[in-house]
């Protein structure tokens, strides 16, 4: 399946560090999503990425794509104790008729203040 | 308000028991979802529709059923035919478009989820 792998599983940083979580696919994409999970909650989509683009920003996020190693990196600047939750990634496949996304197992993200 | 509710929060079933889940969405998005979470796992999709009267299996359809007859509404049923249903269920939903036979992908909204145990 398209299924997007998200490493590390596991991120441990100080309040005002970076965080970088890294996705990787299978198959040529349409696009590829990304969203957060506060513990016992839904997701929340936080930005779109698609096939053409290379990067994108949104306030504190930046994501980029490299189609050519089939990979996107999701980086948090000066990160919070808020930002604490896990992060997915969700690989449309160029290939389906069904519009469905694939969602991994995601990266833990612990923030600590 | 817009959005995407999700009921009971938590459920709690006997064993041999069929519930139902609770899916409402005033979005007026085409396209809602189900998805199953285990702990520390990610999202296994169950079912999905992408437009009234109609409905697909995802990758754990088994022991699951569901209906989509209003447009705002796709209640999940968990059936005494599923062995191990105890999990953090989530859905969603989004605008749904299609060109050339193909559905796009867009943002999904997800609700605040139903954590279901068997007892």
């Known amino acids: 399946s398209q299924q997007g792998e998200e490493d590390p599983q596991a991120l441990s940083i100080q309040e005002g560090e970076n965080a970088t979580m890294n996705c990787s696919y299978k198959?040529?994409?349409?696009?590829l999503q990304w969203y957060r999970q506060n513990s016992g909650r839904g997701l929340v989509h936080l930005i779109l990425?698609?096939?053409?683009?290379r990067e994108k920003h949104s306030g504190r996020l930046r994501v980029t794509l490299d189609t050519s190693k089939k990979s996107s990196s999701l980086l948090i600047t000066a990160s919070r104790a808020a930002d604490t939750a896990s992060y997915f990634c969700a690989p449309a496949d160029r290939g389906s008729t069904l519009g469905r996304l694939y969602f991994g197992r995601g990266t833990q993200l612990t923030v600590w203040p | 308000d817009g959005g995407i509710t999700q009921s009971p929060k938590y459920l709690f079933r006997k064993e041999g028991q069929n519930v139902t889940l609770s899916c409402e969405q005033n979005l007026n998005h085409d396209a809602m979802y189900w998805y199953r979470q285990d702990p520390g796992q990610g999202l296994r999709l169950i079912y999905y529709s992408q437009i009234v009267n109609d409905f697909q299996k995802g990758d754990i359809a088994e022991g699951y059923s569901v209906s989509r007859e209003k447009k705002e509404s796709f209640p999940l049923t968990v059936t005494s035919a599923q062995k191990n249903p105890t999990a953090f269920y989530l859905c969603?939903?989004?605008?749904?478009?299609?060109?050339?036979?193909?559905?796009?992908?867009?943002?999904?909204?997800f609700g605040p989820g139903t954590r279901l145990t068997v007892l």
């Open positions: 990425i698609r096939s053409n683009e």
């Open positions: 198959t040529s994409i349409n696009n």
């Open positions: 969603a939903s989004s605008i749904g478009s299609r060109t050339s036979g193909r559905y796009s992908y867009n943002e999904q909204f």
